[in-house]
C-alpha cells in the first residue's frame, strides 16, 4: 500500500526563513528540488501532490520527475485540497501536509492524515534541517529533468 502525500505548497514555502523573500518561481523551484533529492515521503512509491495557489500567467509552469504539481485555476489550493480528500477513494491512505488549521479538521474528519510542516521536512530521527531547502546552490526542477533526459540520451543507448 502507498501513500499520497498532498502538500499545501504556499503554506510550506511561507514557514521557510529564506524563501520568503525571494520569488515564488524560485521558491516553488526549492521546494520541488528538496522533495526530489531528499524524498521525505518515504519510499519512492509514495505518490506527492503539491498543489499552489494559481494564476493563468503562471498555471503549469514547474515540471518535476517525482511529484504531480497542481496549479488552482478559479479555485484556492485549500478548497482543490479538500475536494481531493472528500472524493478519494481511500482517504486513509493520504496524508496533508500543511499548518492551516482548516485544512487539518477537514482531512481528519473525511477519515485522512493530516502532518505538520516540520514533522514533513525534518522526519523524526534525522537531522536534516529546513536550511537545506533555502540552499542558495540548487538546480531548478525543470532543469534536473533536462539534465537526466540528456544523461539517458548518451548512457542509455
Known sequence: MSIHYI???YNIIKQ???QNNKKLHSSRGALISF???RHPQGSRKNKVTIVFDGKEDVFGEDASAS???IFTKNESADDKIKRMVERA???KEIVVVSDDREIIFFVKYC???AMKVKEFLIPQGTKTHIKEID???HIPAEVQFHINEELKRIWLK
Open 135 to 137: 540552499d542558495e546552490k
Open 89 to 91: 477513494k481511500n482517504p
Open 16 to 18: 521557510l526563513p529564506k
Open 67 to 69: 511529484a504531480e504539481i
Open 35 to 37: 522533495i526530489e533529492s
Open 111 to 113: 477519515g485522512a492524515k
Open 7 to 9: 502538500l499545501d505548497g
